[in-house]
Nanobody, 124 residues
Framework: QVQLVESGGGLVQAGGSLRLSCLVS????????MGWFRQAPGKEREFVAA????????YYADSVKGRFTISSDNAKNTVYLQMNSLKFEDTAVYYC?????????????????WGQGTQVTVSS
């Protein structure tokens, strides 16, 4: 089993920055992708960013490309999402997720493990 715990959400003004953290524990060696998704009220959960657990490629949704950065510190078993130039439309609950599969990193259904989510609110 794998456990994921997010932290770092909060209220920020448009144009500001936040860094989300995801502490990963359990059988982490079997994970292939780590991802971040978000869900705004009344909307479906959407892909934000993903990276290979081994430290390979990183992938981003077009809406966050150039503003968000996914990274990891394997010594701390933590995955980060650095969010800069935040916009009102970035407001959502952000979820950390992990999966064993190696195909569709942007599909939420691919991910077996999820954190509880952390709220990010951007004021305009």
């Amino acid at each position: 089993q794998v456990q994921l715990v997010e932290s770092g959400g909060g209220l920020v003004q448009a144009g500001g920055s936040l860094r989300l953290s995801c502490l990963v524990s359990g059988r982490t060696s079997s994970l292939y992708y780590m991802g971040w998704f978000r869900q705004a009220p009344g909307k479906e959960r959407e892909f934000v960013a993903a990276m290979m657990r081994s430290g390979g490629g990183t992938y981003y949704a077009d809406s966050v490309k150039g503003r968000f950065t996914i990274s990891s510190d394997n010594a701390k078993n933590t995955v980060y999402l650095q969010m800069n130039s935040l916009k009102f439309e970035d407001t959502a609950v952000y979820y950390c997720a992990g999966c064993h599969g190696s195909l569709w990193y942007s599909f939420a259904s691919q991910y077996e493990y999820w954190g509880q989510g952390t709220q990010v609110t951007v004021s305009s």
